[in-house]
């Protein structure tokens, strides 16, 4: 039977109009024009109450800002996709910037609404959300408006600090995304320079000295830019401290635990564990190093692959088709419903995968709500890394298609727990390959690769997390220069990694090509990720409690993720307190028995 072709490109035009066409100009005026009027209805709202006539004025309220969050949702995907496949697609960058420029009405709808829940009190509130049915069900929603409202500077300076940030915060933040965007790395093959975008170099080649040269290579593209880009995050974090202090917040973290509904003792649990538990990791990447033939090894080399890899007969570029084959079956093995949605998912063009130059670096999972559909963006270059990508964005995709049918404004989750969807799928994929074969070099290339994860989970991340930490505690005192910062992430490796890379194997200059830091609409983007990768295992290591129970349990807490805290979400359908260590040590014991195996079967092989 022929096997089926799985497009390499993704299918925009069945979402909306292209943007070079009149009818987009139409959608894009008519949701200018639904803003401009939502602006007035949202300012004639006053403190909600169970009388009729405020009860009616709110029920038109949320289904007007319901049409707008959909459509919004819609061009920020929709301009986002296209800019991502094309940099340097002048047009697309004009209308990044011509959306940005209508997101203070947006914020002001926003703002006069959270400003009338803050002026009422929390009888008058249960009252008023009792007092419908369309009110209960988004109680969530309302309730967590009213709590955002004690973030917001008084309403004026509020409406003026987000007409701001359109020429300022976000500016920076695109000009950093045109910066890297047009970025290109000239490196040195069979004789000639080959100018290739950040996305296409190759640290998990083979060949260390193909490695090594794309790593400098581009080190040195990047520190060409250093300086902008030292600009861009100084402005970017400076804005956000302005308005913290002007708040009378504790620290530069408030902001980032409310967004994403996290408590700082969990936080803080977490780090603490990881913490403690780094010895195993650091044997693992001794023993990397060794079978490497390295006496320690660089930055490039964590993602190297294994030379026992060359034995097998599937140690070359997989093909974008047999990857797919394999994510879709291994989903069918969790759940059905799973496995269905990543068929549909891969065959109906919901992914942009071509290996191309002038596509944006990294990749991301994006939603329509008007369309209940999503959009993966990535890079494949026929690696493992590249499956598990893709694995990785189909999980993001799947945690928004569980609530498609839930309310608009319970629809959305903080990032950490979409780490934890995206995350989990990925450590089904592993484990999956893991437990089918009994070839050891297999097991113990596939166990390199999830180790390697936990390594930029617990890690790396924690590097940045360090970073960020430091770099705003340094910031509140005046500008970091460029020198400075690469000195601060010199120092959070050392510290995250244990010392464990070479003393010339670092890389210092990771703050200016990790795009993360740079993303002006959240602040700290980075440690969700090991947030929801921790997360993640601690469910997967419950899955034998469950049995069959286990998908269903699954799919339950994703729903949660919508209308709960962190904490909330994992107790309730889990049964599990986050704010503990014990729950983040189950997660790090399933990461010690990887090692250890790894360990064993690198000794055997040997």
């Known amino acids: 039977m022929q096997q089926p072709n799985f497009p390499l490109n993704w299918n925009l035009d069945s979402l909306l109009p292209h943007p070079k066409e009149s009818e987009f100009t139409e959608v894009f005026d008519r949701f200018r024009d639904l803003l401009t009027k939502m602006v007035e209805i949202s300012s004639e709202l006053k403190s909600p109450s169970d009388d009729v006539q405020t009860v009616a004025k709110y029920k038109n309220f949320f289904i007007r800002l319901e049409e707008i969050e959909r459509l919004q949702g819609d061009l920020v995907a929709f301009i986002g996709c296209h800019a991502a496949a094309d940099a340097e697609n002048k047009l697309f960058q004009q209308l990044e910037a011509k959306l940005s ?182 044997r693992y990447i001794e023993k990397k190093a060794e079978l490497l033939g390295l006496e320690k090894p660089a930055w490039y080399d964590l993602d190297a692959p294994l030379p026992q890899a060359k034995m097998l007969s599937s140690s070359g570029r997989i093909p974008y088709n047999n990857a797919c084959q394999l994510v879709i079956s291994t989903f069918h093995g969790f759940s059905k419903e799973l496995g269905e949605f990543a068929e549909t998912a891969l065959k109906e063009g919901w992914v942009e995968v071509e290996d191309r130059a002038g596509k944006r670096q990294g990749g991301f999972c994006t939603g329509f709500p008007s369309k209940q559909q999503s959009r993966i963006f990535m890079t494949y270059t026929g690696t493992r890394d590249g499956i598990s990508t893709l694995a990785h964005e189909l999980g993001h995709a799947y945690h928004s298609w569980v609530l498609k049918d839930e309310p608009l404004f319970l629809q959305e989750y903080p990032m950490n727990l979409a780490e934890t969807a995206s995350t989990f799928a990925e450590a089904i994929l592993a484990e999956k390959q893991l437990q089918s074969t009994e070839c050891n070099i297999t097991r113990l290339t596939i166990l390199d690769r999830m180790i390697s994860d936990s390594i930029s989970f617990l890690m790396n991340i924690h590097a940045r997390f360090l970073f960020e930490n430091e770099f705003h505690l340094e910031r509140t005192q005046g500008e970091v220069s460029s020198e400075r910062l690469t000195e601060l992430m010199l120092q959070s490796q050392k510290t995250a990694f244990s010392n464990a890379l070479s003393d010339d194997g670092w890389n210092p200059q990771f703050w200016i090509s990790k795009l993360h830091f740079y993303i002006s609409e959240l602040p700290f983007y980075n440690f969700p990720y090991t947030f929801g990768y921790l997360l993640s295992n601690g469910i997967y290591a419950l899955a034998e409690e469950w049995g069959d129970e286990f998908p269903q349990k699954y799919r339950s807490f994703l729903k949660a993720t919508g209308y709960l805290s962190a904490e909330d979400a994992v107790q309730s359908t889990l049964g599990y307190d986050i704010t503990q260590e014990n729950f983040w040590n189950k997660s790090l014991d399933l990461i010690d028995r990887r090692v250890e195996t790894f360990l064993e079967l690198s000794s055997q092989i040997a």
């Open 101 to 282: 420029s209508l997101s203070p009405k947006r914020e002001e709808i926003h703002t006069n609404f959270e400003f009338a829940l803050k002026e009422t009190d929390e009888d008058s509130l249960n009252r008023f959300i009792q007092s419908t049915a369309d009110f209960q069900k988004i109680a969530f929603f309302i309730e967590e408006s009213r709590q955002a409202a004690q973030l917001r500077l008084p309403k004026d300076q509020e409406l003026l600090a987000s007409e701001l940030d359109v020429d300022g915060l976000h500016a920076w933040g695109r000009l950093y995304d045109r910066l890297s965007g047009s970025l290109r790395i000239e490196i040195m093959e069979r004789g000639q320079i080959i100018k290739k975008s950040p996305s296409q170099l190759e640290l998990d080649h083979e060949d260390r000295s193909v490695r090594q040269n794309h790593f400098f290579a581009g080190n040195l593209a990047w520190t060409s830019i250093s300086d902008s880009c030292a600009e861009a995050l100084n402005h970017i974090a400076g804005t956000r401290l302005t308005k913290y202090r002007r708040l009378g917040l504790e620290d530069h973290l408030v902001v980032p635990l409310k967004e994403n509904r996290l408590s700082r003792a969990s936080l803080n649990a977490m780090w603490s564990a990881i913490s403690a538990r780094k010895a195993s990791l650091v």
